[in-house]
Nanobody, 125 residues
Framework: VQLQAFGGGLVQDGGSLRLSCTCS????????MGWFRQAPGKEREFVAG????????YYAKSVKDRFAISRDNPKNTLYLQMNSLKPEDTAVYYC???????????????????WGQGTLVTVSS
């Protein structure tokens, strides 16, 4: 399974961006998908997750009501719509796929089996 994230860039405080993540080499619709981010000097953290059919979504408290995760299974693509961006949202954003059941939780890195390369989002004040 190969994941590729794109759509990052430079945006002003209060602006919006939409990230995309394409999946190849597997059956996208069978995977729980997540977005994580890593800010400079900090550990990677969970941002959002979405169930296989797209019905259930989960968010970190810091992004809830500002970000929206979605997926288009026929297009093998995951999205993250980011609104009301803040400077503290500056980070490299990663998409991840879960396809081997384990004991970790969806908000933990160990839950996921494949990761994209990351796309940089910079929010200027």
């Amino acid at each position: 399974v190969q994941l590729q994230a794109f759509g990052g860039g430079l945006v002003q405080d209060g602006g919006s961006l939409r990230l995309s993540c394409t999946c190849s080499g597997g059956t996208f619709g069978r995977y729980f998908m997540g977005w994580f981010r890593q800010a400079p000097g900090k550990e990677r953290e969970f941002v959002a997750g979405i169930s296989r059919g797209g019905i259930n979504t989960y968010y970190a408290k810091s992004v809830k009501d500002r970000f929206a995760i979605s997926r288009d299974n026929p297009k093998n693509t995951l999205y993250l719509q980011m609104n009301s961006l803040k400077p503290e949202d500056t980070a490299v954003y990663y998409c991840a796929a879960e396809f081997r059941s384990g004991s970790a939780y969806y908000y933990e890195e160990d839950y996921y089996d494949s990761w994209g390369q990351g796309t940089l989002v910079t929010v200027s004040s």
